[in-house]
């Protein structure tokens, strides 16, 4: 619901939720995560028009990372901590996939958040480095990109993104999630300009990479940090 109604500038209390073909208004028991969709079938009870398939696609992805923060942290103020992170970059994915924004609504509170937080995880100076670092390098990055490339590289959404993943991760959660990020970009961009006979100028979406990198750095951060000290 917040995928579908935040990029197009729609309240997200009012109205209820509703079928966006019909109005029927869809009852508790019609709004459970996945189990609703599996009892109504995939349809509208009111007009009998399929639901689309990213509604229980997105409960499902939520549900599993709130799985992996319960397994990775059990029931802590970390688990509060990693799945507001985790939960929160779930729209992030999917609004900047269909709309190549990412909206201020999320990525500033979720500073806020980052930071508040963090005298409980990564500590409040880690947090305050990992901001900097995050929306400060990412700033640097994406001018210098755009100086050599002559076009627009990085929106000011990933430079936000990153400084929010900077609040809740530190600086090294920033270091891992770029990288990540930017190893997928670069090879899934690739295949997917080849895949759609697009040309080489089509802007692709950077945020869903980095978000993708974001939940990496958070459950093998330490397993990646580990490695990366023992092989160098
Ligand atoms: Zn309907």
Known sequence: MVIYRLPRGESLVYPPSHCPNCDHP????????????????????????????????????AGLLLIGCYLSYGVSIRLLWSGLLTLSLLPVFFIDLSHQIIPDEIDLPGIGAGLLLSHWTTGLLHSIMGTLLGGGGFLILGFTVSRILKKKALGGGDVKLMAMVGAFLGPIGVLITAFVGALLGAVLGTFWLRLSGRGRDTPIPFGPFLVIGTYIALFWGQEITRWYLHSS
């Open 26 to 61: 869809i009852a508790w028991w019609e709004n459970i995560p996945l189990i609703s969709f599996l009892i109504l079938r995939g349809r509208c009870r009111g007009c009998g028009l399929p639901i689309s398939p990213r509604y229980p696609l997105v409960e499902l992805a």
